[in-house]
């Protein structure tokens, strides 16, 4: 056939299409989440004026702290899980980190509970601006680990009251940089089996680092857990978009880290988005680092670089 697709192909394209124009038609978040509104930060826990409580973890210096840290876990996981040796790290160079639990994971009541990107965000955002005034005058870097990352790059796009961003193994590689293909897979599960909970088993084999004892101890936790369901995944697909779309407004210099040996975020992809980023700054590849780049065997190179950074602002 001449000067045109053949009409197998035209019919794939329309349902392609099709597919992705009811994007916005995907599954709703569950439990109709509110905005936190003002946010109190009490002793393990941050209160939003709704009644909406999240758990909350603060490692601090012996010292004054020479410039504050706000860290973003990733899908499934928890801020103790993921940053705790990090922090206690960073604690040692003078820095305060303060981690909180997503609505919809780790210790929080809404665990299981897609929040929704939108309101990933915002909670970081409201969560931000209440250190900030907790700690007037003292340099915040934003940490976003994985899902954690889009939350903290879309975050900087809509108003997140950070001087620096770290974006560590980032969801970030939504919009044109994430395959057709997979885009109306994460639709489809979404939009037709949202409440299905899939572990993977027997269709695919993702290691998330080298440190076989952190993910042993991550199997054992009651707050992990890593079995998606279908509106979760399509979800993760709006976190990323999300932060591709932002990346061009967000201005505060940005570093992202990546892992060569992660199995789960494309570093083709992150690199692509990363250079669209406004303030973007350095982009590092460890070349033994995975997914899981602040618990695996390296880590403490992850670490260091951190630091570095964080107290490229301190006062």
Known sequence: MRG?????MLT????????????????????APEPLGAVRLEAGQIEGEGGTALALSAWAPAGRPRAMILALHGYGDTAQTTYDAAARFWAARG???????????????????????EILAADAVAIAAALRARHPGLPLTVIGHSMGGGVALAAAGEGLAADRLVLAAPAIAGGR?????????????????PNRRFTGDGVVSLQPSDNIAAMR???ESPWHYSDASGRELWGLVRVSDRAARAAPRVRQPTLTLMGEKDEYIPVGAVRAVHEQIAGAEGFVLYPEGWHWLFRDLQAEAVWRDVARFALATSI
């Open 4 to 8: 045109g697709l053949a009409p197998d």
């Open 12 to 31: 794939r394209r329309a349902l392609l299409g099709g597919m992705l124009s009811l994007a916005g038609c995907g599954p709703r978040p569950l439990g």
């Open 95 to 117: 820095l305060l980190t303060y981690g909180y639990d997503h609505r919809g994971f780790g210790e929080n009541a809404t665990r299981r509970q897609w929040p929704g990107a």
């Open 177 to 193: 940089n994430l395959s057709p293909a997979l885009r109306a897979g994460g639709w489809a599960l979404g939009a037709f089996t």
């Open 217 to 219: 101890a991550a199997a």
